[in-house]
């Protein structure tokens, strides 16, 4: 069973920094985009950055020259690195990917979640 393994969340001050991972546990076929959202307490998930697999990435307006997304091809991973964070930025963050399986099935995955709190 294939799975997104994330890690990397915590605690942080105003203006500091987090690198987020996510990692495919198990085979997938192909891996089409990668992609992390957040959900803070009371609202609605939203995108905050995804990186198709033929496209650049693209960013959500609130976090854009802050936050960089990046894969790494070879490994399945994906990664976001938070500068800058500010108090808004507090959220549980979850990866997403989506792709074929091994039988050729199209697969939407989203990790468990990683809580990142940005709190002085």
């Known amino acids: 069973q294939v799975q997104l393994v994330e890690s990397g969340g915590g605690l942080v001050q105003p203006g500091g920094s987090l690198r987020l991972s996510c990692v495919v546990d198990?085979?997938?076929?192909?891996?089409?985009?990668m992609a992390w959202y957040r959900q803070a307490p009371g609202k609605q998930r939203e995108l905050v950055a995804s990186i198709p697999s033929t496209r650049e990435p693209n960013y959500a307006e609130s976090v854009k020259g802050r936050f960089t997304i990046s894969r790494d091809y070879s490994q399945n991973a994906v990664f976001l690195q938070m500068n800058s964070l500010l108090p808004d930025d507090t959220a549980v963050y979850y990866c997403?990917?989506?792709?074929?399986?091994?039988?050729?099935?199209?697969?939407?995955?989203w990790g468990q979640g990683t809580l990142v709190t940005v709190s002085s």
């Open positions: 198990g085979y997938i076929f192909r891996l089409n985009d």
């Open positions: 997403y990917a989506d792709g074929l399986s091994a039988t050729y099935n199209y697969r939407e995955l």
